[in-house]
């Protein structure tokens, strides 16, 4: 299964059709019959697209929040964005970490402090009101890429590396074991896309249940 194609509602087809041409987005589709109307425009360089139109939606639809694009260049798109006369907000980043809108005052103005892929964002409107979030990925999570092809030798280095920092912890403050047993959870959890700090949670984990090693 592959995402392909997200269906909104807009209250104007040509002024929104006219909206997302001038973000230099593809137009694949623009069909009509009777009081039905199917726009379908596809973002540079992505493989999922949006439709939208007269009759694609329930007639009560409300506007798509947090549609998520995904940039390698944060302020290059915003300067994209604003040449193309859109009102594009500021930078800013989540206080409880992307998407958490649990927390109060969630969005914090500024660049995510330690300067993380994933952690740094923008949004803009189009005419309706629907919500778009570009969300900076400069490096992705390992697992992240479907057929991304074998770690390169330079990346494995810097992968291991991380996970016997990771693993010195560990091994300081519990029983005697082979390393290789804790290195093995951790790096399968990184290259499935967990944070150094999840991985590190299922290693221990794994230690504790499967093994187990007892702390000192």
């Known amino acids: 299964m592959k995402l392909e ?14 909206f997302y041409e001038n973000l230099g987005w593809r137009l694949d589709i623009d069909i009509a019959a009777g009081g039905y109307r199917n726009v379908h425009v596809t973002p540079p360089q992505s493989d999922a697209s949006i439709i939208f139109g ?41 206080a409880g970490g992307p998407f958490n809108n649990a927390v109060e005052n969630p969005r914090i103005s500024g660049r995510d402090p330690e300067g993380r892929s994933y952690f740094s964002f923008a949004s803009f409107e189009d005419p309706d009101g629907n919500l778009w979030l570009l969300q900076e990925i400069t490096t992705r999570l390992p697992g992240r890429l479907w057929d991304s ?42 290259q499935n896309g967990s944070s150094p700090e999840e991985a590190a949670a299922t290693a221990d984990r794994y230690m504790e249940e499967i093994l187990p090693v007892l702390s000192k």
Request: cysteine-free; aromatic content about 10%; overall charge negative.
């Open 149 to 190: 092809p074998q770690a390169d030798v330079a990346t494995l280095a810097t992968l291991l590396h991380e996970t016997a920092e990771r693993h010195d912890y560990y091994e300081k403050t519990h029983g005697e074991h082979h390393w290789w047993d804790w290195y093995a959870p951790y790096l399968s959890a990184r």
């Open 5 to 18: 194609v997200v269906v909104f509602t807009v209250s104007d087809v040509e002024r929104t059709k006219a």
């Open 54 to 94: 007269q009759g694609v939606t329930p007639a009560n639809s409300g506007s798509a929040q947090n549609l998520v694009l995904a940039v390698d260049d944060l302020d290059a798109a915003r300067k994209d964005l604003s040449d193309r006369g859109v009102n594009v907000s500021e930078i800013f980043h989540y």
